[in-house]
């Protein structure tokens, strides 16, 4: 029997514009003004220095139909959802090292 607290991530294929496949792994999920975005990290392989510590955001119109996700070309509106992430993930992680 499987232990019911166990961890699985959320995972994610996403297709670049050249068609490679790379996988991330799901941190965190904000909704602003039915724009949904998606705070992910690349899957960690044997290829992967373990000190890159950055995260990508891909957003998604809650109002359009299509399932792809976007990037974000406004470098202000970029660095403005990156910021409400990290406060968010250490928000979180203060949370737990109170546990």
Same mark, same amino acid.
């Given at each position: 029997m499987s232990d019911m607290n166990e961890y699985q991530p959320d995972l994610f294929t996403l297709e670049d514009e050249?068609?490679?496949?790379?996988n991330f792994e799901l941190l965190d999920v904000y909704n602003e003004n039915d724009i949904t975005y998606y705070a992910l990290i690349p899957e960690q392989t044997e290829d992967t220095d373990p000190d890159d510590d950055y995260f990508v !955001?891909?957003?998604?119109?809650? /109002?359009?139909?299509d399932e792809y996700f976007?990037? !974000?070309?406004?470098?202000?509106? /970029?660095?403005?959802?990156?910021e409400i992430f990290l406060s968010r993930l250490m928000s979180h992680d203060d949370d737990e090292d109170e546990d």
């Amino acid at each position: 029997m499987s232990d019911m607290n166990e961890y699985q991530p959320d995972l994610f294929t996403l297709e670049d514009e050249e068609g490679k496949e790379q996988n991330f792994e799901l941190l965190d999920v904000y909704n602003e003004n039915d724009i949904t975005y998606y705070a992910l990290i690349p899957e960690q392989t044997e290829d992967t220095d373990p000190d890159d510590d950055y995260f990508v !955001i891909l957003k998604k119109d809650d /109002n359009d139909l299509d399932e792809y996700f976007d990037s !974000i070309d406004d470098e202000q509106e /970029n660095e403005r959802i990156a910021e409400i992430f990290l406060s968010r993930l250490m928000s979180h992680d203060d949370d737990e090292d109170e546990d």
